[in-house]
């Protein structure tokens, strides 16, 4: 049996859970065979599997951006992030939104309401908002608080960080505040400001989220621990990397 690994010394090489290995020994995916009702896995076969993993990993590596490791987007799958988000967005009533450090939207936005799509469809409106994404990067206060954007509907924000530095941003909001429609001067300020038709503004102005109080203080309870739920699956990635990192070099010996 010298040259079959057992279970638990395939779990030290790759550093994965006993499930994760059973469930890719039954999918076929890892050289795998039965003895009795124990898995025992080929060490060649084993060896040569892994090589093939690292080499793809390199390939990956040469073909993507100089530094995945700090790319947010090279770390998570995206479409997994964006289920997260709908999910949340649909359960607490407000949009969700990554972007990364600078205000570019990573993800597209779940859950987002009428008003805000209708107003981003103005340059100047997009750009005030990315301008509203920056700021909420650059307070890099612990406790998430409301701030008010570019027509004073409300936004908070929760940080991503994968290892020890700061990658990317949560965004969610858009609640309406306590005065809520503005003045008839108001709308007119704020048409002419991001530069979108006064009355597509009328037409949505009612639709936006609106939260009680309490509802306000529960989303933000929670969206630093929604952000830390991506954080934590881009911080799984980023160890996956590094271990195929080290196989592919173990791999050129």
């Given at each position: 049996m010298a040259s079959y690994l057992t279970t638990k010394q395939l779990q030290e090489i790759l550093q994965v859970d006993r499930t994760?290995?059973?469930?890719?020994?039954?999918?076929?995916?890892?050289?795998?065979?039965?003895?009795?009702?124990?898995?025992?896995?080929?060490?060649?076969?084993?060896?040569?599997?892994?090589?093939?993993?690292?080499?793809?990993?390199?390939?990956?590596?040469?073909?993507?951006?100089?530094?995945?490791?700090?790319?947010?987007?090279?770390?998570?799958?995206?479409?997994?992030?964006?289920?997260?988000?709908?999910?949340?967005?649909?359960?607490?009533?407000?949009?969700?939104?990554?972007?990364?450090?600078?205000?570019?939207?990573?993800?597209?936005?779940?859950?987002?309401?009428?008003?805000?799509?209708?107003?981003?469809?103005?340059?100047?409106?997009?750009?005030?908002?990315?301008?509203?994404?920056?700021?909420?990067?650059?307070?890099?206060?612990?406790?998430?608080?409301?701030?008010?954007g570019p027509m004073g509907l409300l936004w908070t924000r929760g940080l991503i960080r994968v290892g020890q530095e700061l990658q990317a941003m949560l965004v969610t909001g858009g609640v309406a505040p306590t005065e809520w429609p503005p003045s008839p001067e108001e709308r007119r300020r704020m048409a002419q400001e991001l530069a979108v038709d006064p009355e597509l503004l009328e037409r949505h102005l009612e639709q936006v989220p609106h939260l009680e109080p309490e509802s306000q203080e529960r989303l933000l309870s929670l969206v630093q621990r929604i952000a830390d739920i991506i954080a934590h699956i881009a911080t799984e990635r980023s160890n996956l990397f590094s271990k195929l990192q080290h196989i592919a070099e173990l791999s050129k010996v």
């Open positions: 994760t290995i059973y469930r890719m020994a039954d999918g076929g995916r890892l050289p795998a065979v039965k003895v009795g009702n124990q898995w025992r896995f080929p060490r060649q076969e084993v060896e040569r599997w892994l090589k093939t993993q690292a080499s793809v990993f390199v390939g990956a590596q040469e073909s993507a951006s100089p530094h995945p490791r700090t790319d947010l987007e090279k770390l998570v799958a995206i479409d997994c992030v964006h289920q997260i988000l709908d999910t949340f967005g649909d359960t607490l009533g407000v949009m969700f939104l990554v972007t990364d450090m600078a205000g570019k939207p990573i993800t597209r936005p779940s859950n987002p309401f009428p008003l805000y799509e209708a107003v981003m469809r103005s340059p100047v409106a997009r750009q005030r908002y990315q301008d509203l994404w920056v700021a909420l990067a650059q307070d890099l206060s612990l406790r998430p608080d409301f701030v008010p």
